[in-house]
């Protein structure tokens, strides 16, 4: 089970009402994101789970490629705008806190340096060789879905009490395309939350159907290029304008798969690490009902 643990964070601080620790500092992240993983824990019953994280949010490499990528973000944070990818000071200071209950269970953590969680998701999931649960709240996730290879979604946009398991065939029902194609789909439709502008005309009907002719981006752009295609002309010409766009956006777009992220323990443990850690935290910040409720999915796994 691979968490995307900044989109979990951010579900549990919008989803729980503020709950201060003794010493005032808000812990309703903390609190909300225990409570998620016990909850899948107890669901699902992994041998083995990893807290995926953003050790780079917005890699340079990708603002290379296309300097609109999550522009708007730090555009919000230096004008001091509201933004809901913007990190709240109230969820901010929670972030070290869930790292280190995390830790204290033995729950691993894994991050790679010029590397968001998604690079870190789909690299396990490719080389995983056993089934992948991917818990996400991003879309953007759904081009990992491989049935062949037993990796799905559980899409918890809606909440994880009401989360959705993601297939090919959810995938296709819900979209006209196959999971593998969709990168492609999101990079032709666009997606304004992460910056990309998408293909000027081409919307999700359009992208599905494009891919159903041509099945991917390289097949869609030889055929806009080849005079003798059946390309009709309104979405030739979008594709045609587009050019410059579709050279770098799907090297954006697209998840990496093949990161080193060295060796680590993945395994899920039946109890907690360090129990005289946790139960100091566990006061400190005033979650010992999260805490005990972690540890009990453990136990009963």
Known sequence: ML???????????????????????????VRGLLDFIARLVADYRPTHLV???????RPQWRVDLLPSYKAHRVEAERTGEPDVEEVPGPLEVQVPIIREVLAAFGICVLGADGY?????????????????????GDRDLFQLVDDEADVRVLYIARGVGKHER?????????????????ADFATLRGDASDGLPGVAGVGEKTAATLLGRFGDMAGIVAAA????????????GRIKAAAAYLEVAPTVVAV?????????????????????????????????????????ALAGR
Not at 169 to 181: C, E, F, L, P, S
Not at 275 to 289: C, T, V, Y
Request: proline residues 10%; glycine residues 8%.
């Open 256 to 296: 990496a798969r093949d990161l080193d992220l060295g060796p680590a323990d993945t395994r899920l443990p039946d109890q907690p690490r360090d129990l005289p850690r946790l139960a100091d935290l566990g006061h400190r910040w005033g979650i010992e009902s999260p805490v005990q409720r972690l540890t009990d």
């Open 3 to 29: 968490l995307d643990s900044a989109s979990m964070y951010f579900r549990a601080f919008f989803g729980v009402p503020e709950i201060l620790a003794p010493d005032g500092t808000p812990v309703n992240a």
């Open 225 to 236: 290029l080849d005079p003798d295609s059946d390309m009709g002309p309104g979405p030739r």
């Open 116 to 136: 968001e969680a998604d690079d870190v998701i789909g690299s396990l999931a490719t080389q995983a060789r056993q089934p992948v649960d991917v818990v996400t």
């Open 51 to 57: 807290a995926c994280w953003d050790n780079d949010w």
């Open 166 to 182: 993601v297939t090919n065939d959810w995938v296709r029902t819900k979209y006209g395309i196959d999971a593998r194609q969709y």
